[in-house]
């Protein structure tokens, strides 16, 4: 079983930067992708970033050139850094690994909220 433990939400104005973290532990031998989805009220939940297991990475466009998906194989953890963050932002933070044999597993959920 693996779980996912994020860090890192929090308040924040508009035009400042957070760094979001999510490390796994369990028995994790076959993920092919870390991801970061976020869903704001009212709204499905969307893909805000995601780096496959290559290392090749993948945007939504409304975060493209402000937010940036790294990841440390060593530590099991997948980072997110956001920069010039908008009100738009806001909302509540998922990670997401992707195992090849047993599908998804989902973080509880950070909180990221931007003031204009």
């Known amino acids: 079983q693996v779980q996912l433990v994020e860090s890192g939400g929090g308040l924040v104005q508009a035009g400042g930067s957070l760094r979001l973290s999510c490390a796994a532990s369990?028995?994790?031998?076959?993920?092919?992708?870390m991801g970061w989805y976020r869903q704001a009220p009212g709204k499905q939940r969307e893909l805000v970033a995601r780096?496959?297991?290559?290392?090749?990475?993948n945007y939504a466009d409304s975060v493209k050139g402000r937010f940036t998906i790294s990841r440390d194989n060593a530590k099991n953890s997948v980072y997110l850094q956001m920069n010039s963050l908008k009100p738009e932002d806001t909302a509540v933070y998922y990670c997401?690994?992707?195992?090849?044999?047993?599908?998804?597993?989902w973080g509880q959920g950070t909180q990221v909220t931007v003031s204009s």
């Open positions: 369990g028995s994790i031998f076959s993920i092919n992708a």
């Open positions: 780096i496959i297991s290559g290392g090749s990475t």
């Open positions: 997401n690994m992707y195992d090849r044999y047993d599908g998804d597993y």
